[in-house]
Structures are given as C-alpha cells and as structure tokens.
C-alpha cells in the first residue's frame, strides 16, 4: 500500500486512440518528476533484459469538462505539481511547440483534455472528487 495516489483525469469524450495517448504522456510527466517511482529492469528466464517500469499503480478517471476545470482549479488552490495535456497539443509534433501551445492560455483558459498528479492518498481523492473510473 502506497501513501500516495497517482492519477489521470482524462476528458470523458475523447477518442479511445487519443486517451491511451493523453495517459502516456501523462504518465510521463509524473514518473519523469519522481524517479524514484522507477522499478529494476525485469529479466525473464532467458536471461533477456527489459525496461524497468513504475512501482506504483496508476488510477485512471474521466470527467465531463465541467469536472475537469473543477479538479483542475482545485489543483491550482493548492499549488500541486501535476502534468497536462491540452487540446492543442494534438497537432504539435514535438515537446517544443506543445509547451508553445500551453503559453498562448492563462490557467483558467487551458482547453484541458487531462490532468496527472501524484500527491497524499486523500488529497488526490479530494481534488479529483467528480471524476469516476474509467470504463
């Protein structure tokens, strides 16, 4: 058992290719913070070597837009370090230019398609409150 709680708030209508995508990326910006989430590297039998992945379990929600903004702005009140992914961020090809898109919004404009964060197992549970499991 973890005392913290990863999650990934994805918006509910999204397309299924654009969700595992959002996740992924998401993903990344969580264990690229806490290194220490990093796994060993797993060796099967044969003695082949493959990546290490993270030791914590990952909970993935979704949310109407309404709910998004809500968990967001909650995350903004408490200055939590979480990862983003916006709309925009779909036609950019590179890191460069998804951080670009971000710049051109204040906070409360962003047009969010999902949030990640990583924090104490009940103010996870308290910020992403209207969110559900994804199905």
Avoid at 5 to 25: D, E
Wanted: hydrophobic share 40%; proline share 1%.
């Amino acid at each position: 058992m973890f005392d913290t709680k990863i999650a990934i708030v994805l918006l509910s209508s999204l397309m299924t290719w654009q969700k595992l995508n959002v996740t992924s990326f998401l993903t990344s910006g969580i264990i690229g913070e806490t290194s220490s989430l990093i796994g060993e590297k797993y060796v099967d039998k044969s003695e082949y070597q493959y990546l290490a992945l993270n030791r914590q379990p990952v909970v993935v929600l979704e949310a109407e837009l309404s709910v998004l903004k809500k968990i967001h702005a909650r995350i903004l009140e408490r200055s939590l370090n979480c990862s983003l992914y916006i709309e925009d961020m779909f036609a950019t090809g590179n890191d460069e230019a998804n951080r670009g898109t971000v710049k051109n919004y204040s906070s409360e404009d962003l047009p969010l398609v999902g949030l990640a964060l990583r924090d104490g197992r009940k103010i996870v549970d308290k910020v992403t409150k209207g969110a559900k499991l994804h199905s």
